[in-house]
């Protein structure tokens, strides 16, 4: 295990955060542009273009396996620069797809490409910190991370208005290459020579026997993996719910806006509280309300239509200020036990995480069609799936500890 940092250090978090986001501003700005991008492409189901989104994240799942590892042996910076290159070629082949299947295509390469700024950003942090302290750090970077979703919908719908869907792939290819060189001008390398481990065939059938070793992390990467699943549900039908369900085609970047305000607010709030309260009590805490704030909306509105949209965003900003509590804990309880292997171990927890995410989203994404109703009974069946793991691993560290 590599040691510690003792003091945050702003432009670290700063620069981590950089990275992450380029992942929000390819799958949020493009949410007003979605019915847009349809038409051109001919593709006139909604439930299909969801795959906009849902199919980035299997790039991100997939590609977390070959550069997590290639990361614990080359170092964390190269493998970076190597995934922007990669969402560079698969923003181009978007642009010009001529079809669903082009675009589909270009997205999980764009998923694919931006793996490797986001897992290795899991990986350098963990290099740097441990414990309660990573979760704080964790929490800050959600934080920075959590303005690019207040933001990019609004910017995705200026440049659509403006200069054509296409640009907001112009716009990403920006702001990746500005990332990429402040991340090559001032961030150090933080894998130290000592602990890259020798790149092998066999490197992630160890890693993940490794990995089984440690129930703690198996558990929490479930519980995250459905947590991120009922979220995505919302990413991908959000754009369909608010601009025909509700008619709200012109304000629905600011809605999506004040939604992700929430979830920022409290992702701060978890960051000033987590290293005197624990990242596991408060996650216990986030979970709780994030089953009941969803049960209390399914008990009221079974059977009936969509309530008056204030009541939805209500319910929506209650249920979303539960994540930002969760998010990042969960990540860091996860990767605590592993610091041995945080690379080939934030990309198979990545990975995990995904592949539990990605069929929760199409599922229950493909019943939204005349209400939201099901976007709820998601959370509340992942949210008791995952409340009944966290118990079950709590009793067994209570029974360990006696």
Not at 184 to 195: A, F, I, S, V
């Amino acid at each position: 295990m590599q040691k510690s940092q003792q003091r945050p250090q702003f432009e670290f978090v700063a620069i981590m955060a950089s990275l992450m986001s380029i992942v929000a501003l390819a799958i949020d700005a493009l949410l007003p542009a979605m019915s847009t991008i349809g038409i051109d492409i001919n593709s006139l189901d909604p439930t299909e273009n969801q795959k906009f989104i849902t199919m980035i994240f299997l790039g991100l799942g997939v590609g977390q396996l070959v550069f997590g590892p290639l990361s614990d042996s080359f170092g964390r910076k190269p493998i970076v620069y190597f995934g922007f290159i990669v969402f560079c070629v698969a923003s181009v082949i978007c642009v010009l797809a001529p079809n669903l299947e082009w675009m589909i295509l270009g997205r999980i390469l764009q998923g694919i490409g931006l793996s490797a700024p986001r897992t290795i950003s899991i990986s350098m942090i963990r290099d740097s910190y441990k414990g309660d302290y990573m979760a704080k750090i964790m929490s800050f970077v959600t934080a920075f991370f959590i303005l690019v979703p207040i933001v990019a919908p609004a910017m995705g719908k200026f440049f659509l208005d403006h200069y054509g869907w296409e640009s907001i792939f112009y716009m990403q290819l920006v702001a990746t290459i500005i990332v990429g060189v402040w991340f090559w001008r001032r961030q150090p390398e933080t894998l130290k020579p000592e602990y890259k481990i020798e790149f092998s065939s066999h490197v992630f059938v160890d890693g993940f026997k490794e990995l089984l070793r440690h129930r703690e992390t198996m558990a929490f990467t479930i519980v995250s993996g459905l947590i991120t699943g009922a979220f995505m549900v919302y990413l991908s039908s959000a754009q369909e719910v608010f601009e025909v369900q509700f008619g709200l085609a012109d304000n629905f970047p600011y809605v999506f806006a004040g939604l992700a305000i929430s979830v920022g607010l409290s992702t701060l709030l978890n960051g000033t509280m987590v290293v005197k309260l624990g990242m596991r009590r408060l996650a216990m805490i986030a979970l709780t309300l994030f089953c009941t704030v969803s049960m209390v909306y399914v008990g009221l509105f079974w059977n009936s239509q969509n309530p008056a949209l204030w009541i939805l965003i209500t319910f929506l900003a209650m249920q979303f200020f539960t994540l930002g509590f969760l998010f990042g804990n969960l990540r860091a309880i996860a990767m605590e036990p592993i610091g041995h292997i945080a690379g080939i171990g934030a990309a198979i927890t990545g990975f995990i995480s995904t592949m539990i995410a990605i069929p929760i989203a199409t599922y229950v994404g493909s019943y939204i069609q005349d209400t939201i109703l099901p976007l709820f009974v998601g959370f509340l069946v992942c949210g008791s799936i995952s409340l009944g793991i966290f118990m079950m691993m709590r009793r067994r560290s209570i029974l360990a500890a006696a």
